[in-house]
């Protein structure tokens, strides 16, 4: 498993990748509009820290729950160590797109909460993208005013993200993807590469297997930089993670017959 992440500017990164042998966490914490604050003493990266430990803990610990409930378990662990210091009733209280995956016996299970996808590389060729498009689908179209984001997060007939309501966790996009050769997590400042610059999902999962996270990140900002952005900020937070699944391959086998790099709920 590889993972990169890098800062879009000279704020604090908001985005948060975490891993362990057979799991992948990353999450992308919701920068406030300017004069928002929120309700809460602590700000968006304290959320996505929190927020990611607990899921750390539970998925290192084995928990064998659906994702779906190990996430609300998780946002209501979270909830309780702010509880007593900031308004969680807040609508704009600060809230994170949620990935993940975790390798199971039918499988790589996954969970996508908001605009984070994760993308599968299939073993007759091509690839799966799961993505949670509600965002995209308010009513109205962009660019949507601050008040309807706010009346429309966390509610029915809008978008859900992990914030301080643990309920929105049940309505993930959740599933199981059997046989997959290998898994990506990314959050939205890597897939400007699909959505702004014409790269095809089987251009960006070739180039998580051949060069890595690192490398995809940094095509995303010479791009940026020499075509700018087609909306918003020039350069966002970027994170991507890459795993291939099941037994390493002979090619991840280097010559002193050393795995190069542990493949997603392989035996070790």
Same mark, same amino acid.
């Given at each position: 498993?590889a ?13 948060l990748?975490?891993?362990g042998p057979s +799991?992948?966490?990353?999450?992308? @914490? ?12 602590h700000?968006?990266?304290w ?7 607990a ?5 290192a ?10 996430l609300?378990s998780?946002v209501?662990?979270?909830m309780?160590a ?9 609508p704009d209280?600060p809230?994170?797109?949620?990935a ?5 016996p ?10 984070s996808?994760?993308?599968?590389s ?8 799961v993505?949670?498009?509600?965002l995209?689908?308010?009513? @109205?179209?962009r660019?949507?005013?601050l ?12 978008f +859900? ?16 993807v059997?046989?997959a050769r290998?898994? @990506? ?10 959505? +702004? ?9 070739a180039?998580l ?27 966002d937070?970027?994170t991507?993670? +890459?795993?291939?699944t099941?037994r ?14 542990a493949?997603?709920?392989a035996?070790?």
């Open positions: 498993m993972c990169a992440s890098r800062a879009g500017s000279e704020r604090p990164n908001e985005d990748v975490i891993a +799991w992948i966490v990353v999450l992308d @914490g919701a920068t406030a509009a300017p004069g928002v604050d929120g309700g809460c003493a700000g968006v990266a959320l996505v820290g929190r927020l990611g430990g899921l750390a803990a539970a998925l610990a084995g928990d064998g729950r659906p994702l779906a409930a190990v609300e998780a209501e662990t979270t309780a702010h509880s007593g210091t900031c308004d969680l009733g807040d209280s809230s994170a797109t949620v993940m995956v975790r390798a199971g039918g499988g790589v299970d996954y969970l996508v909460l908001g605009d996808p994760v993308v599968f299939l073993p007759g060729g091509g690839v799966r993208v993505s949670d498009d509600r995209e689908r308010l009513p @109205g179209g660019p949507y005013t008040e309807l984001v706010r009346r429309m997060r966390n509610a029915p007939g809008g +859900w993200v992990a914030a301080a309501r643990p309920e929105a966790a049940r309505q993930a996009v959740c599933g199981t059997a046989g290998g898994v @990506g997590v990314l959050t939205d400042g890597v897939t400007r590469l699909v959505e +702004w610059y014409g790269w095809s999902w089987d251009e960006l999962v180039a297997d051949g060069r890595g996270p690192e490398a995809v990140i940094q095509a995303v900002r010479e791009l940026e930089t020499a075509r700018g952005p087609l909306s918003g900020k020039r350069h937070d970027a991507a993670a +890459w795993a291939r099941g390493p391959a002979a090619s991840d086998v280097d010559p002193g017959g050393h795995h190069r790099a493949a997603l709920g035996d070790p």
